[in-house]
């Protein structure tokens, strides 16, 4: 029994991909957010039926809007969830991270999931779904490695 379909974002490793894997495992269609496309053949060779992988680089305002059209396009009751884990680490000290890594960071793993969030917060509604995000990691990280300020601020920015 199909429950509905959530859309993960940065699922080609790790967290995301172990998310996905589980939402299909139990009965969802997971839309896999990946950057590339050989992360996507593979994902999807471990559960073509379950697992449906979408380019998705949550800076690139035309793939969120690609990804929320194929939202639409696939499930018209909606989105059953949206599991926002797309995000890259920049490490080093306050006062030697360049400003541009700061941007480049806000811009990935803060803005980036606005724009995801907003823009598939219809289909969203629609099937009050949820959106959820896997922020304990991050903010364990920004407590316990003193490289990892632009962490502390992003888990806060992002409660």
């Known amino acids: 029994m199909v429950r509905g379909t959530v859309l993960v974002t940065g699922a ?10 589980h939402l299909a495992r139990v ?11 050989e992360d996507g053949e593979r994902l999807a060779a471990a ?4 697992i449906v992988p979408v380019r998705l680089d949550v800076t690139s305002p035309e793939q969120v809007a690609a990804v ?3 939202v639409d396009r696939r499930d018209s009751h909606g989105l059953a969830g949206l599991v926002n884990n797309a995000g890259i680490a920049v490490v080093g000290p306050v006062e030697s991270l360049p400003v541009e890594e700061w941007r480049r960071q806000l811009e ?12 598939v917060l219809p289909a969203i509604l629609r099937a009050r779904g949820v959106v959820g995000r896997p922020a304990q ?20 920015a992002l409660r």
């Open 27 to 37: 009965g969802f269609t997971v839309l896999a957010g990946v950057r590339r496309d």
């Open 47 to 50: 559960d073509s039926r379950s």
């Open 12 to 21: 080609s490793t790790g967290i995301g991909e172990a998310t996905a894997r």
């Open 137 to 156: 990691v991050q903010a364990l990280l920004a407590r316990v490695l003193p490289d990892r300020a632009l962490d502390a601020l992003l888990a806060r």
């Open 108 to 119: 990935v793993n803060l803005v980036g999931q606005v724009a995801v969030t907003r823009a």
């Open 68 to 70: 929320a059209a194929e």
